[in-house]
């Protein structure tokens, strides 16, 4: 029979579902920032052993790794870390590898050096015939492919390549004519 209290009561659910709907979402941006620096604790120190490595959380969980590493190893390490991390969805690998086994374009000019490096030595040598040699290299492994004259010169250019700098290893594919 009377209205008002009945008013009131609609009127204070009605407040009560404004306020329930409103503030999930001031609890989600609280929520949010929090998880973001609380994503960019936990790969910072899952990926702490590898000094050189930045980690930044862009938004919504995506993370970005910069900075360098030694071998390729340590950088699938480091984004496998990054990875395991819960609330991260995403990782964007901008890690370069300075060690030896980068394959960054550092090494294909080293490859390059070295290239040169055995081909000079190669002209320099009494007793090779170097003019029907292939010389490529890959990460520092030299490979020698053609034709020499004989066995003799099979073993010189084997000892050639292995003296020239930055040579890891020699496959040394020389056939005789």
Do not use: H
């Amino acid at each position: 029979m009377n209205k008002k209290p009945l008013y009131k009561y609609i009127l204070f659910g009605a407040f009560v579902l404004g306020l329930s709907i409103a503030t999930p979402a001031v609890a989600a941006s609280d929520n949010g920032q929090r998880t973001v620096n609380q994503i960019a604790a936990d790969v910072k120190s899952a990926v702490g052993q590898y000094n050189d490595v930045q980690v930044q959380v862009i938004e919504d969980g995506e993370v970005l790794l910069t900075g360098t590493v030694k071998t390729d190893t340590e950088m699938d390490d480091a984004v496998s870390r990054a990875r395991d991390i819960a609330g991260v969805t995403n990782v964007e690998n901008e890690i370069r590898v300075v060690g030896p086994e980068s394959g960054n374009v550092g090494t294909y000019i080293d490859d390059a050096g070295i290239t040169a490096a055995v081909k000079a030595k190669f002209l320099g040598q009494d007793g090779l015939d170097s003019s029907e040699i292939t010389v490529e290299t890959i990460k520092g492994v030299v490979t020698l492919t053609g034709e020499v004259n004989n066995q003799a010169q099979v073993g010189l250019a084997d000892k050639v390549a292995r003296a020239a700098d930055g040579v890891k290893d020699v496959r040394n594919q020389l056939t005789v004519q």
